[in-house]
């Protein structure tokens, strides 16, 4: 029976140009849905970006420009980048659209009425030269636990989340006066009274995590959660629909991880479908949410909470995809250090299949990695060049070829082919997705010593039945390389599917069923060599 699958990815601040960091940690959404497309399943893969909160009013303020102008200024630039890395969004929306504000009012409007939202007044940092209640983001402070200078949002450098009494002694990030304590109205979610459900929950599904994201949820269960404030001081993002709050927005924490929800409602009415087969108990379904390390507990608990919340029998997240972080020649990421590349600049750079491939090959699974245009070279030539192109290349342009005759396929090669996807699908249904590409250069490797070893070009002239069965084994690898490829380098698969008159790809052994005539096919290399910049 088909899966109903919700794939989620991260959605990314519209406040800057994303880098290939943020790529490699969101690429892993893009191959789980497309290999579970390809096994039949029934898939929602869904994102967008977060157009509200601190971040852009930071950007904004700075630029002299409206929360609204940056917002849409990056919005548009993330749907290019996505589109060129070949994403397979079934919707890529933004927090600002009027379909998603709605549907989330009434989420949250649903939690208030359910009791687990409730008021509370008390003292909050207020910087009385701004005349402003601050953000923690808004806010800068030593941080308690390793003793870096950081934004009261998150510490960059030990993922310390500070708490309001630890943000009592910070400074205004806009003029740098120390702030006092004023009170203020707020709504809070009741956070807590979720902690033994979300324990049972991340006992039963967490075998299928990562380690980063076990340690990282249990580092909070432990803790014991905490209320969590869900308005803020701020004009710019979703309306509280809650009386006496209308000058007040909701954190984008909440209004973001509902998006996966809203995405999918929006997609259901648009295709005729019933969302609830996605997203409620009982209608063989599996959610996924796919982001960087520094997004876990937002996935693994609050999301969740949010959900129990409703009191609807929603389906909670199954599996937590974490990756840890790319850096560039061994130093973080950053714009302002001029340090790395941002991901179109990459894309302008490199092709998108040969990019896709190595952050997946060399990806941070389960340890932060390096990426440098040495090693991206390497590998496009070597793995991508020299050993998947050329097995193709060799094949299907052998001088004096004009057909692919139907023959008899190696014995061997037949069983490899057939065990490689088992081997392939068990790994990234494992979240391993290094090891699926490994196993896929293994039958690479296989067919070109194949190829080397049974010498068409010797065959070709002293034995025609044997030549004809060779072509025929390398042209049937290259078929099923194009369905097991197919979630990593989309583009290169549908050429070779093009090459060899394949329909639409799926995740089960093909083998060519009639003559393939050449003559008339522009089969050109798939790759190109690369030089070192």
């Not at 037949?414 to 699926?436: C, M, P, Q």
């Not at 003559?515 to 096919?521: A, G, M, N, Q, V």
């Amino acid at each position: 029976m088909n899966r109903n699958i919700v794939i989620g990815n991260a959605w990314p601040y519209a406040n800057s140009s994303l880098h290939l960091g943020h790529v490699a940690g969101l690429i892993s959404g893009d191959i789980l849905a497309r290999y579970f497309r390809l096994t039949g399943d029934n898939v929602m893969f869904v994102s967008g970006s977060d157009c509200h909160g601190t971040p852009i009013t930071e950007r904004a303020r700075k630029e002299g420009k409206n929360p609204k102008e940056i917002a849409e200024f990056y919005d548009s630039e993330f749907r290019n980048l996505f589109k060129r890395f070949n994403f397979s969004y079934d919707l890529f929306s933004s927090t600002d659209t009027d379909y998603h504000k709605e549907k989330v009012k009434i989420l949250f409007r649903k939690l208030y009425d359910n009791g687990y939202i409730y008021e509370k007044i008390e003292p909050q940092c207020f910087c009385e030269k701004c005349n402003k209640f601050l953000a923690d983001r808004e806010i800068i402070l030593k941080c308690p636990e390793c003793g870096e200078e950081t934004k009261g949002d998150q510490c960059d450098n030990c993922l310390h989340v500070p708490t309001a009494k630890e943000l009592v002694n910070g400074t205004c990030i806009v003029c740098g006066t120390k702030t006092v304590q004023k009170n203020n109205k707020i709504l809070y979610l009741n956070l807590p009274i979720f902690q033994n459900k979300i324990e049972e929950h991340t006992e039963k599904v967490e075998k299928e995590w990562r380690i980063n994201a076990r340690n990282e949820t249990h580092k909070y269960l432990k803790q014991g959660l905490v209320e969590r404030a869900v308005t803020r001081d701020i004009n710019w993002g979703v309306e509280i629909p809650v009386e006496g709050y209308e000058d007040k927005r909701m954190y984008v924490w909440i209004d973001a991880v509902l998006g996966y929800l809203t995405d999918t409602m929006k997609v259901c009415e648009d295709r005729g479908l019933n969302w609830e087969d996605f997203w409620k108990e009982g209608h063989n379904n599996k959610i996924y949410m796919c982001h960087g390390k520094d997004n876990i507990v937002f996935h693994s608990i609050i999301l969740n909470a949010l959900l129990l919340g409703q009191e609807e029998n929603y389906h909670l997240v199954d599996t937590i995809v974490s990756t840890e972080y790319l850096n560039y020649n061994d130093q973080k990421f950053s714009k302002s250090k001029k340090i790395g590349i941002t991901a179109l600049e990459a894309l302008d750079l490199y092709p998108v299949d040969s990019l896709r491939y190595h952050l997946v090959s060399n990806g941070p699974e389960k340890k932060d990695t390096n990426f440098t245009p040495e090693d991206f070279v390497a590998t496009h030539n070597g793995e991508l060049l020299n050993k998947f192109g050329n097995l193709v290349n060799r094949t299907l342009k052998f001088k004096g070829l004009e057909k692919i005759e139907a023959a008899e396929i190696d014995r061997d090669i037949k069983e490899k082919i057939e065990h490689t996807y088992d081997e392939v699908g068990n790994s990234i249904e494992k979240l391993e997705f290094r090891e699926a590409v490994s196993k896929i250069i293994d039958l690479v490797e296989i067919a070109n010593k194949y190829y080397d070893t049974q010498e068409p070009w010797k065959q070709k002239k002293e034995n025609e039945i044997e030549f004809k069965n060779t072509i025929f084994t390398c042209s049937n690898i290259i078929a099923n390389l194009s369905n097991l490829f197919e979630p990593i380098m989309p583009g290169t698969c549908q050429k070779i599917r093009e090459f060899l008159d394949l329909s639409e790809p799926s995740w089960k052994p093909t083998y060519l069923a009639k003559e393939i005539d050449l003559k008339d096919k522009n089969i050109e290399p798939l790759f190109e060599r690369l030089k070192l910049e």
